[in-house]
């Protein structure tokens, strides 16, 4: 299920199941977002991007949902793995100024074997 | 280089001192990004290179923070006068053009007594 910590919200997942980590931005105006993945130690790994001409996009185990509506975005992962255990990131980026990607706060994905 | 390098990867420092961070990016990667990361936070946005000038330098948070890229390659962020609550890990990453994926190196930890 999923609960928030003290730091992070966090999801805890059996191996093999599938996961959805959601993630609400800001901006209406923004108009490109990137899921990022932050394993122990290092720095965020980009796992999938989509832009906001698009609904959907599919990678390989991943598929990223975006609905302008509500200004949510989703992850799913499908057959979670152990070694897809790390905090998950949203990031947007609005077309306004320099075109930064801002980070949201992050979800603790956890794998129990 | 094959990856976003981020020296030193450790920096342990004493209040007031001054304190430099060094990031060497992909080669031929003309955008450069700064953020910095609190434990279960987000990384926030400090700064953002375009080649050699500062872009934007939005997000740094006073004037003790201070980054360079003279020759559109290498970065130093440089912290006067250093307070404990810099304390965090400072993330460097670089992209092929602004609106591109970022790579993130693995960071710098600063701790400041």
């Known amino acids: 299920g999923e609960s928030v910590g003290l730091h992070l919200p966090t999801l805890s997942v059996q191996e093999g199941d599938n996961s959805i980590i959601n993630c609400a931005y800001s901006?209406?105006?923004?108009?490109?977002f990137i899921w990022y993945k932050q394993e122990s130690g290092k720095g965020p790994q980009f796992i999938i991007d989509?832009?906001?001409?698009?609904d959907k996009r599919q990678g390989q185990r991943v598929t990223v949902l975006l609905n302008k509506t509500v200004k949510h975005l989703s992850l799913q992962i499908a057959a979670t793995q152990p070694g897809d255990s790390a905090v998950y990131f949203c990031?947007?980026?609005?077309?306004?100024?320099?075109?930064?990607?801002?980070f949201g706060r992050g979800t603790s994905l956890i794998v129990h074997p | 280089g094959a990856g976003v390098s981020q020296t030193p990867s450790n920096k342990v420092t004493e209040k007031g001192k001054y304190v430099e961070l060094r990031c060497d990016p992909i080669s031929g990667h003309t955008a450069l990004y700064w953020y910095r990361q609190s434990l279960g936070q987000g990384p926030e946005f400090l700064i953002y290179f375009q080649g050699t000038g500062a872009a934007d330098d939005s997000g740094l948070p006073n004037d003790r923070f201070f980054a360079v890229r003279p020759e559109g390659s290498v970065s130093t962020l440089k912290i006067q006068r250093t307070e404990r609550g810099d304390s965090a890990v400072y993330l460097c990453a670089s992209s092929k053009d602004r609106a591109g994926e970022l790579f993130f190196g693995e960071g710098s930890r600063l701790t400041v007594l």
């Open positions: 990031a947007e980026n609005n077309p306004g100024g320099s075109y930064i990607p801002t």
């Open positions: 901006n209406s105006a923004s108009d490109y």
């Open positions: 989509i832009r906001s001409n698009m």
